[in-house]
């Protein structure tokens, strides 16, 4: 496998090196826009241990970083109200609130994809979240319908640590193994690119996400005995615990390893092969800082997402998709006090909205989705002063073949009861 010089340099961006992705920012914004986590965890060193190359945004003029927020904010509900019907505009939950707030729907990424599907009226789906959202989006939507994605650079550490080449050879190793591939199941999660998503389409394979992994799991086994899951390591083994799946039954591939690091009987003796990926927000949380919020906060109750590890999710009081998370504080009577385990935009949007409860992150220094954070208003102006000159910016458009394969995998999901 082939590891592509990486290019992001933080440093390098402030002064302007035009090699790099985004020198149009300011220092500000830069600051504001970059936040970069722990060494090892983070989504750029993510990104430069896998050798991704994060998609190139147009640069856009620094005025429409300059600009008063309130201004900006004003010319973008003008935009807004002038397109009316043409325009509808999803927000991922782990945007921050300077975007949400233009949202017409709001959800985890699954439920975007079932409200993507539903939109038949809109010429325009604007999607506030990140790439493999809007390929998911592009192919779900009808043919007369364009998705954007406000910046290019909105990607996901997590989706690009599985590449299509990476998994196609993977499945052809496991088969070399003495594993028959009929009998094994691709599960790809929501976070993948279309070209996942492809694969599973064509090899008799499924799209999960965090909300439905458990029934897609049921679908799969009714189907064959073994699941290949990618790209995340957690999800994969969080939801094969929870089916009951011994964990000496659920091996790790590692695509930097030959034959994945595993023996060809490792392979024919597990249940589930598992990918190794993982999500740069969800990785850090410990279970130490679960034991220090219950130290701080008698009575607290810990709710972390499927993508966090294992001991996290076993020593946490319950784990669940966003929107699980999100019903579930809801519905919590009034005095309750919660430690969530997700991304921080969505954390302090809950205790903002849901004032009658004390709601806070488990860790203490957490930083945003550096990658859903590349989305800002400022891109959402620019985008939409392009729309209503009828010239679309940003569009994101999946390969025909690509599109039909993933939408067979997508189907199937979403056909899941
Ligand atoms: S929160 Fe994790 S999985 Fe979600 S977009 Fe960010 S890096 Fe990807």
Redesign the pocket.
């Known amino acids: 496998m082939a590891m592509p010089v990486v290019t992001f340099d933080p440093a390098a961006d402030r002064v302007g090196d035009p090699t790099i992705t985004t020198p149009w920012l300011v220092d500000a914004q830069l600051d504001a826009a970059s936040c970069v986590p722990e060494e090892g965890t983070g ?1 750029y060193e ?1 990104l430069r241990a896998y050798g991704a190359k994060p998609l190139r945004q147009q640069r856009i003029p620094r005025e429409y970083f300059r600009m008063d927020a309130v201004e900006r904010d004003a010319r973008i509900w003008a935009l807004r109200r002038e397109l009316g019907d043409r325009l509808v505009i999803l927000g ?1 939950h ?1 945007q921050r609130d300077e975007v949400i707030q233009f949202a017409d729907y709001r959800g985890d ?1 699954y439920k975007l994809s079932q409200l993507a599907a539903a939109q038949n009226e809109a010429e325009f789906v604007l999607f506030c ?2 790439h ?2 809007a390929e998911s989006a592009d192919i779900l939507t009808s043919p007369r319908q364009k998705v954007i994605l406000p910046n290019l650079e909105a ?5 690009d640590m599985a590449k299509g080449d990476d998994v196609e050879a993977a499945w052809r190793a496991i088969g070399r193994a003495g594993v028959d591939l009929d009998t094994v199941i691709p599960v790809t999660y929501m ?1 993948s690119t279309a070209e996942l998503k492809a694969f599973c389409g064509r090899n008799g394979g499924i799209v999960c996400t965090s909300s439905n992994a458990s029934r897609v799991y049921d679908w799969a086994f009714e189907r064959g005995e073994k699941i290949m899951f990618f790209p ?1 390591e957690h999800l994969g083994r969080n939801t094969g615990v929870a089916k009951g799946i011994p964990e000496d039954r659920m091996v790790v591939w590692d695509p930097f390893q030959p034959m994945g690091g595993l023996t060809a009987g490792q392979l024919r003796d597990a249940t589930v092969i598992l990918w190794k990926g993982y ?4 990785a850090r949380f410990s279970v130490e800082q679960i034991e220090t919020a219950r130290a701080e906060h008698p009575g607290v109750n810990v709710i972390v997402h499927p ?1 966090c590890r294992l001991e996290v999710v076993q020593a946490a009081d319950s784990a669940g998709s966003t929107e699980f998370i999100i019903d579930t504080i809801t519905a919590a009577p009034a005095g309750t006090v919660w430690a969530v385990g ?2 921080i935009n969505l954390v302090n949007r809950l205790n903002a909205e849901l004032p009658d409860k004390e709601i806070f992150c488990l860790d203490p220094v957490v930083c945003p ?4 954070y590349r989305v800002h208003p400022s891109y959402i102006l620019w985008t939409l002063e392009h729309l209503v000159e009828d010239e679309v910016v940003n569009q994101i458009t999946v390969d025909p073949t690509v599109a039909r394969e993933a939408l067979v995998a997508l189907d199937r999901m979403l056909a899941v009861p």
């Not at 989705?369 to 859903?372: A, D, G, L, R, V």
């Open positions: 989504a993510t991922h782990y990424s979240g990140v493999f959202m990607g996901c550490s997590m989706a976070n995340d999500c740069s927000v969800h993508e997700t991304e989705c550096s990658t859903m």
